[in-house]
């Protein structure tokens, strides 16, 4: 019987088969192919079911062993196979023991090994590899959640079972041996992964994770978010190659040469992105989202000369004008607005206006209706054409934020703190309080952050990096909750001031590797 109950389709908790097809690449992709000799591999599945990574394994030993002459009988030796349940270890036995003598071998007892994984203790092994048990929290005995936790590290906040499966895994891999899971990617992103990806991150390396998300691997539809993450026993750091594919020829037929790499720190995961050395020294940093900021950019009109002028005050109501900020008034020490206004079609529900409401207003778009007509935007939807390309945001203007032009020579970032509205080739951060954002300036403006936005992206004539969305997301920063109340006066003094110098002396990899995370925080533990 199996110790998890039955699920509401019949099957068992933590049953989920994987297509024969899947299982095939994943043998291929950890090499254990019959074109090497196999014969002193020895092999681990954790949780063989009834047999499908366990069947592919024995016919590619048995093929190794005829292309190389070795003994197959004697090379079964080095494979165990392990299942919790009595039912299906017992439909595994027969299958594997009619595969071998169809191959001419004999069966032997040592390959099935019935009972809990988690607790028993398997040789040290080259290759791990299989569909660990999927088990919400929940559904784990009582008695077996307090066992778990006495021996796995990883087996906290509320985790699946499938976490201490590899946590085992990786501890039973000899040098450079190699742990392969098919697995929900939830713990790439959950607070209860936390402490695996801390692990993995100190003493392993990711030879490559495939996120199979939107792929249908298994044999049953699933909601299962699913993973294949290849970790090597190897301290060897390397950038972990990440892959996200959309369908199931693309990873039949995937290669790390054939698909486009993306980095880590572009999905939601993140944690494997860009590693800060120093020593021994282990960071506790997170995005700006993760803290609770927003980022945006200034709107965009589609026609700037129409939507944004200096005399605005002469020609339309003052209910529709907002002064808007442009990349030329953050070219300095201080803001300096420009004097131009932009003409607002939209109301505080984000409708357009009635143009019959303000009358000087329609007859200024009247005016410009055959160029404002003429943008694609109006072409798609006609009975708006005096809309802007984007929506203006009602409250944006009176909101504090951190102003972050995308191109600049400028090296300080100033803060509006309610007056302005941001023009499309500015970003903006919002989101908290002044003091917060000017303590997060302050920390934007430091070599440690400088050196991160050189690597994700392009650098200006002088050095200076651009501030684009796409990176300023990418960034991990301390966690502005954790700095030392004296630290971040001294800080936002630094800012304020501009003292550069300052902020580079108090934000050091030494500095904030003291700073005291709260328990239950997001956070993302980068070597």
Known sequence: MKMYGER??????????????????????????????????????????????????????????IDFGFDFQHALENLEFYDIDKASMEILKTRVSSLIRELGGIPIDSLFKQGDFLLMEPQSCDLIIGNPPYVRHENIPDDQKEIYKTKYRTFTHR?????????????????????????????????????????????????????????????????????????????????????????????????????????????????????????NIRLKLASIAEQGFSIGIGVATGRDKIFIRKDFNKL???????????????????????????????????????????????????????????????????????????????????TPKIILPDITGNKFLHIDKGEFYPHHNLYYISGKSLEELELLAAILLSDFVKKQLLEVGNKMNGGYPRWQSQNIKKLKLPI??????????????????????????LITVENISTFEVEEGQLVLFEP
């Open 8 to 65: 509401s389709n019949g099957k068992h908790h933590g049953v989920v088969l994987t297509k024969a097809s899947v299982v095939e690449k994943m043998l291929d992709l950890v090499d254990y192919v019959p074109e090497k000799d196999l014969r002193k591999l020895r092999v681990i599945e954790p949780s063989a079911g009834e047999g499908v990574f366990t069947l592919a394994i024995i016919k590619r030993l048995y093929k190794s062993a």
């Open 159 to 279: 985790s699946d079972l499938y976490i201490p499966f590899y946590e085992k895994g990786l501890s039973l891999l000899k040098p450079n041996g190699c742990l392969s899971f098919i697995c929900s990617n939830r713990w790439l992103k959950n607070q209860y992964g936390k402490n695996l990806r801390e692990l993995i991150s100190a003493q392993y390396r990711i030879q490559e994770i495939i996120d199979l998300e939107e792929v249908d691997a298994f044999e049953e539809s699933v909601i299962a978010y699913p993973a294949i993450t290849n970790i090597v026993n190897s301290r060897n750091k390397a950038t972990a190659p990440y892959f996200q594919l959309s369908d199931l020829s693309s990873f039949i037929h995937f290669s790390q040469e054939s698909q486009p790499q993306r980095e880590l720190n572009q999905a939601t995961t993140n944690w494997f992105a860009r590693k800060y050395e120093h020593g």
């Open 316 to 398: 339309v109501e003052q209910q529709v004008l907002l002064p808007i900020l442009t990349s030329k008034g953050v070219k300095g020490d201080q803001i300096s607005w420009q004097g131009n206004y932009l003409i607002n079609p939209y109301e505080a529900d984000g409708k357009l206006i009635d143009l019959d409401h303000y009358p000087k207003a329609k007859a200024y778009f009247e005016a410009n209706r055959e160029a404002l007509s003429s943008r694609h935007i109006a072409k798609k939807n006609p009975e708006n054409w005096f809309r802007t390309i984007d929506r203006v945001h009602f409250g944006l203007r009176e």
């Open 480 to 505: 502005l909750s954790s700095i030392p109340q004296t630290t971040s006066s001294q800080l936002i003094h630094a800012y304020k001031e501009k003292d550069f110098a300052l902020i580079n002396k």
